[in-house]
């Protein structure tokens, strides 16, 4: 009776030889897709905290130039003669936004008659069309630009 061939096990030379680094080869790989999925990760993370930013900024320069509009209305200097220009001056004293305008009488709707409506004014009375422009800045140049346009209602011409 023969003896059937026995196969190797990991015990032998002959399977330890063919088993000689795999392991190695192996972890090495898990470590590389390991430390690319933790670059890539980190390098959204960035990008997202950068993007946030930017919006953040975006947002304050919005707010920056609705100030400028609010403060030139509220300056309530109207001039038919010639605009009148804020230069660049910040918010608040505790941040680097700025902002600025520029109120000019609109000579293509000029001076019209009082609109007819529930207001009894009378004769004499006309409506002078004037239009802001302001601008608001923040930080990574951030910029937004609003107009904003009005008329006043004073004595007339005629």
Same mark, same amino acid.
């Given at each position: ?14 399977? #330890? @030889?063919? /088993?000689?680094?795999? !392991?190695? %080869? ?6 590389? +897709?390991?430390?690319?999925? &933790? ?20 947002? #304050? @320069?919005? /707010?920056?130039?609705? !100030?400028? %509009? ?6 309530? +200097?109207?001039?038919?003669? &010639? ?76």
């Amino acid at each position: 009776m023969t003896t059937p061939d026995r196969l190797p096990t990991s015990s032998t030379p002959l399977a #330890r @030889a063919r /088993q000689r680094g795999a !392991a190695l %080869v192996v972890g090495l790989l898990l470590l590389l +897709v390991l430390t690319v999925l &933790a670059i890539s990760g980190m390098t959204m993370a960035t990008l997202e905290l950068q993007m946030a930013g930017n919006y953040q900024f975006e947002e #304050r @320069a919005f /707010q920056a130039a609705e !100030a400028g %509009v609010e403060r030139a209305i509220t300056a309530g +200097v109207f001039n038919t003669n &010639a605009p009148t220009v804020q230069a660049p001056v910040a918010v608040a004293a505790d941040n680097e936004d700025t902002l600025e305008y520029t109120v000019t009488f609109d000579d293509d709707n000029g001076v019209t008659p009082v609109p007819r409506g529930g207001y009894s004014l009378g004769s004499g009375f006309e409506a002078y069309h004037f239009e802001i422009e302001s601008t608001g800045n923040s930080r990574r140049g951030a910029e937004s630009v609003h107009e904003q346009s009005f008329y006043i209602v004073g004595p007339g011409g005629a």
